[in-house]
């Protein structure tokens, strides 16, 4: 069973009178336990059609099924509730919140969750830390850090409801080549272990990390 | 999401993001002491104003003459006239003779007193006993403190010592002996003392009230001659003065305009040859202007407040706007966020209250420890000293501040910034998260 799947999926946005189509006609579906990269053009809509699969933006026509629930239908909470229990999201810019430490970042959506009880958000949080490697990095703040490890918190921070879609808008476009692959390779183990990971990339590294391959031109997937 | 978990969250934004929430703090602080300063000014001013309102002398209209051939006439027009508390012809009014009383507890003599007539509307507030009533006989009211020596040179530097007070409530349901000077006879009668006023908030220590039936039977005993028959008129209120007076004169009862000059209250302004109470008494329409500045500077702080309050929310709100927007994808609903930054921003309300509270009442203390420097130094220029002497009268008005006031301030200061926060939020909140987060 495909994890999320889009049926004739249009998008438009109208500025100034002017109808500029970002996704025409789409027809895609994607499964868990692999890794898709998402290439194209810049102003292709790879980031319009990211936001669209984590409910961040919405269709302008056409259907979008999250474990076959048709997400267009769905209450704003309801739709809260999806993001915190089956989506985690990473942006280039890790928007990672400046004043609390990597710990709270990493907690902040556990808060929501009602399946975690004190400790077992304690738990979590140091299995998160230590699988991102940034045990000596705990207490401190995201402008303490480098680039790559505040990409791994932001990573951290979207697993930390154990969520089976991973969405990633160009993770390492703030990154060098080393950080790079590691990034990645942390990206790649997680569909390993059974996530639906998607990667909007620029880079041909990701190529290598990739199960499918899907290329964003003129509105269509292919 | 439970109440502790929003609590702690909203504490966390608070008080971590110092440089965000110090928009609205800095501000909120500054302006928070003004309005402070302002209601304590218009308070007390307000305060001090009725305080000393209620002193009998300053609400009496002395200067209508008449002849025993019109008192009748004039008595009757009087009585037509509103806000009139007492009338009080010559035989009931304050015998010239000065009171000294004798045969206290702790030896001492000579406690020089003043006799007010008063009736049952005029009698002062007592802190102990009762007030005069009408057809009380022979019965005084007493200040708590009652000036023993009244011959010492009293002055800020030669200030009184509290040995020289005699203690009026020790005295309370007693009665004592006083001797009454006459022009050429001497009276010596008992009283019983029924009630103590407080001498701090009449800002006297040798006032004594007696009824004034009393004092009539006192005045035809000493066979006192008066040269020229004069009443005086007691209004009720100190707001009515004028307009009870404007009314006499056009009833042509009063000939001269004078407002009574009360000798006996000239001490501890310390002013040489200036009187407290004609002090006051020309100062009363200052302090009304000073309360009626201090409103409208707490009117326009309160209005600049509630600008400032909005004006930084909406800079807030959109400086972290992409913060709410990470919220909204990690899962938290519209509902959470809302209570959490409305929280936050009561938290930050809280805390410049709090901080605004205590540099008010160090801004206090330290212009309190100011005026005591000037007023208490020695040598003062010719330039200062009128400064001084207003120094003393600012000294006289107690600082008092109308907690229920501040309270409602502080209540409204915290609704306004709550459904402030919640309207922002709510414009940003239901555009399209991958909007929000652009922001
Ligand atoms: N909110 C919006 N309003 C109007 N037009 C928009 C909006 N968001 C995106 N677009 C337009 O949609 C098109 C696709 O944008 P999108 O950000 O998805 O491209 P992208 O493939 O992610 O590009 P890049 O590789 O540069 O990130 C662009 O032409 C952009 O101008
Ligand atoms: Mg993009």
């Known amino acids: 069973m495909s994890k999320i799947e889009i049926v004739n999926g249009y998008k438009e946005y109208i500025k100034n009178k002017e109808k500029i189509v970002v996704l025409n006609n789409i027809n895609t579906k994607f499964e868990e336990g692999k890794t898709y990269a998402i290439m194209g053009n810049s102003g292709s809509g790879k980031t319009t059609l990211l936001n669209i699969l984590g409910t961040l933006d919405v269709l302008t026509s056409g259907k979008m099924l999250i474990d076959s629930e048709e997400i267009l239908r769905l209450k704003e909470n309801e739709k809260a509730y999806i993001r915190m229990k089956k989506i985690g999201f990473i942006f280039q810019e890790f928007y990672l919140n400046q004043y609390m430490t990597v710990q709270e970042n990493i907690m902040q959506p556990m808060y929501i969750n009602k399946e975690y009880d004190k400790t077992a958000k304690k738990q979590r949080t140091n299995e998160l830390i230590e699988m991102m490697g940034l045990s000596q990095r705990k207490k401190h703040y995201p402008k303490e850090l480098s680039g790559g490890e505040q990409q791994r918190v932001a990573i951290a921070r979207a697993l930390a409801n154990k969520p089976d879609i991973i969405l990633a808008d160009e993770p390492t476009g703030n990154l060098d080549k080393n950080n790079e692959q590691k990034i990645f390779e942390i990206l790649n183990s997680l569909s390993k272990n059974g996530k639906c990971v998607i990667i909007v990339s620029h880079s041909n590294v990701v190529k290598k990390y990739a199960d499918i391959i899907l290329n964003l031109e003129e509105g269509k997937l292919k | ?439």
Do not use: H, W
Request: charged residues 25%; hydrophobic residues 40%; aromatic residues 10%.
């Open chain 2, 1 to 439: 999401m439970n109440f502790s978990t929003i609590l702690k969250l909203s504490i966390q934004r608070a008080i971590k993001n110092r440089k965000r929430n110090a928009i609205i703090l800095i501000p909120l602080i500054i302006i928070i002491i003004l309005i402070l300063f302002s209601i304590t000014i218009q308070y007390s001013m307000q305060s001090y104003v009725i305080d000393i309102g209620f002193n009998i002398n300053m609400r009496t209209i002395s200067g209508i003459n008449y002849t025993p051939a019109d008192y009748k006439e004039i008595i009757e027009k009087l009585l037509f006239i509103n806000n009139i508390d007492m009338i009080v012809d010559q035989y009931e009014s304050r015998i010239v003779a000065i009171v000294t009383c004798e045969k206290f507890q702790n030896g001492k003599t000579d406690g020089k007193v003043y006799e007010t007539p008063t009736n049952a509307k005029t009698s002062p507030e007592v802190i102990k006993g009762r007030k005069i009533s009408d057809d009380d006989q022979y019965v005084i009211i007493i200040p708590d403190k009652i000036y023993a020596d009244s011959n010492t040179n009293r002055t800020f530097e030669n200030p009184i010592l509290e040995d020289e007070y005699i203690n009026g409530e020790e005295l309370l349901g007693k009665n004592i002996r006083m001797k009454i000077e006459g022009d050429n006879k001497e009276l010596y009668k008992d009283f019983k003392v029924i009630g103590i006023y407080d001498s701090s908030k009449y800002d006297d220590t040798q006032t004594i009230y007696i009824p004034k039936t009393t004092i009539k039977l006192l005045n035809e005993e000493l066979g006192a001659s008066f040269s020229e028959y004069y009443m005086n008129v007691v209004v009720d209120k100190v707001e009515n003065l004028n307009e009870v007076r404007n009314k006499l004169t056009e009833e042509g009862i009063l000939k001269k305009t004078k407002i009574q000059i009360d000798a006996s209250s000239d001490k501890e302004v310390g002013i040489e040859e200036t009187n407290f109470i004609s002090t006051t008494n020309l100062n009363i329409e200052t302090l009304q202007i000073i309360k009626n500045i201090a409103f409208f500077l707490s009117v326009s702080s309160f209005v600049i407040l509630i600008f400032i309050l909005v004006a930084t929310n909406v800079n807030k709100t959109y400086i972290s706007a992409t913060e709410l927007g990470v919220l909204k994808i990690e899962g938290y609903k519209d509902k959470y966020i809302q209570i959490i930054t409305i929280f936050e921003n009561i938290i930050v309300c809280i805390i410049s209250f709090i901080i605004a509270f205590i540099l008010y009442k160090l801004l206090q203390v330290i212009g309190n420890f100011l005026i005591d420097c000037i007023i208490q130094k020695e040598t003062v220029s010719l330039t200062l000293y009128k400064i001084r002497e207003q120094l003393f009268l600012i000294k006289k008005i107690p600082q008092k501040i109308n907690y229920s006031i501040v309270l409602i301030i502080f209540s409204i200061i915290i609704l306004i910034e709550s459904i402030n926060t919640f309207f922002i939020n709510k414009r940003v909140l239901k555009k399209n998260i991958s909007d929000i987060i652009k922001i």
